[in-house]
């Protein structure tokens, strides 16, 4: 998914940040020049759209590409590949190329409205990328009959204009592996779509569960996803819908079988061969078992805040000291809660990421904590709100309602709950024991 096969990185991210500019320009220059002047060389024996002749010595194949190491290459990628040995014409249609410098792209990203695009890339060129990434890449035969394999050839080109080239991504929706599977079942005659939606996945899996699986690759990528998933990425999923990953597309289609004019019934996937290999890469079966770490950090947290309640207790001006170290070491994630719960909060209801609604996690890393953060500030300025313990109290009562609500819901599934529930009772715990010393006047 997320792909991006017109970027080539720099291997130090120093270099990466100095030399931003130049770096583009090297990508225009070595990439997307040769690109186009490759489209030129074949636009000329490109099959048109309204072609009459049966195209009986086309191929159509599906390229699957297994994940690499940025974070955009985890979900894999794919393409539809297109080869007429009469005509010397062929090409891999790649729903998944998008553009750092295309106009707006972070307001767009922010919004969830970012635009990627249709490229009739060179398979040459792309199998050499995925080799030189160490990326699993493995192209099988289409068994379509000629007037299947028409209509998909009339969609392809169809899609390769100005005016269709560019559409609205989607993560989970409408991406790269979607649109390939949209592909071949609107030329199929939604064969696909009759088989796939009415099937459970097997074993059942919901998009959370891929997404923490796939995530886990990258431990903050994870940690970042877990905090702004929302519920409605825990519905189970069909075999159709679990084909927005690549992997899963083909896995699929190997249950599939489409009907030809003739009335012989075909499997729509053929033999498969391996162009690149990953090198030993193996994707995450499941969704790692981490509770336990965030847990134990959660509590540790907690235990720190309430200790440094304590320092102080005996000097002369206890109250000061004390609020001062609960103050610095609560402030940190007073100011997490705030910050990550207005994020939380505009993903949920103002941008399009339909991933980010319905985000229980919101209880526990909420805007509502904003009177906590200002409790925290005070104690290190050395004052003490006579309001400190309700302030301290509110999101302990917004963490157990979510808890209450996830079990409501069968949602016990996000790690951050494990954090976040003893950190704030370790919170309310050191702003009571303040409290039992604040007799003493601070000023």
Not at 84 to 95: I, L, M, R, V
Not at 154 to 173: G, P
Not at 179 to 191: C, F, H, K, P, Y
Request: proline share 6%; with cysteine.
């Amino acid at each position: 998914m997320l792909q991006r096969p017109l970027d080539r990185r720099p291997p130090s991210a120093t270099i990466r940040q100095v030399n931003r500019l130049v770096f583009h320009f090297v990508l225009l220059a070595a990439w997307l020049l040769p690109i186009g002047a490759g489209f030129a060389q074949t636009a000329s024996t490109r099959p048109e759209a309204g072609a009459s002749e049966e195209p009986t010595s086309i191929r159509v194949l599906l390229l699957t590409i297994g994940p690499g190491d940025e974070v955009f290459e985890l979900f894999g990628h794919n393409a539809l590949v297109v080869s007429d040995p009469a005509s010397g014409f062929e090409a891999a249609y790649n729903w998944g190329v998008f553009d750092f410098n295309q106009p707006d792209f972070v307001t767009r990203f922010i919004r969830g409205r970012m635009l990627y695009r249709l490229e009739a890339l060179d398979l040459g060129r792309s199998i050499a990328e995925y080799r030189q990434g160490q990326r699993d890449a493995k192209l099988t035969e289409l068994n379509l009959s000629p007037a299947q394999k028409r209509r998909l050839l009339q969609l392809c080109v169809a899609n390769d204009t100005d005016a269709n080239r560019e559409y609205t991504y989607n993560y989970y929706t409408d991406n790269c592996s979607t649109r390939v599977r949209d592909m071949l079942n609107a030329a199929t005659g939604n064969q696909i779509a009759e088989q796939l939606k009415t099937q459970p996945a097997d074993p059942p899996t919901t998009l959370r569960w891929h997404t923490a699986r796939i995530a886990s690759q990258a431990p903050w990528f994870y940690l970042v996803v877990s905090i702004f998933m929302g519920a409605d990425l825990d519905r189970p999923l069909s075999k159709w819908e679990e084909s927005f990953l690549p992997k899963y597309l083909q896995k699929h289609l190997g249950e599939v079988s489409v009907t030809w004019a003739d009335g012989s019934v075909h499997p729509i996937l053929g033999g498969s061969f391996v162009v690149a290999e990953s090198g030993g890469r193996v994707e995450p079966a499941g969704p790692p078992s981490w509770g336990w770490m965030f847990l134990l950090a959660g509590l540790a947290y907690g235990a720190a805040v309430l200790f440094a309640s304590r320092i102080g207790r005996n000097a002369t001006n206890s109250l000061r000291t004390g609020g001062r170290w609960v103050g610095w070491v609560g402030l940190p994630w007073a100011g997490l809660c705030v910050g990550l719960g207005v994020v939380a909060t505009v993903g949920w209801f103002f941008t399009d990421h339909t991933g980010t609604r319905n985000n229980v996690n919101w209880l526990q890393l909420s805007p509502l904590s904003l009177p906590i953060l200002v409790v925290m500030v005070l104690l290190v300025w050395g004052r003490w709100p006579s309001w400190a313990v309700a302030a301290a109290a509110l999101p302990v009562v917004l963490s157990v309602v979510g808890v209450a609500v996830m079990l409501a819901l069968d949602q016990m599934k996000s790690p951050v709950l494990l954090f976040a529930l003893p950190a704030h009772m370790g919170v309310l715990a050191a702003v009571v024991r303040l409290k039992g010393r604040s007799r003493r006047t601070v000023t």
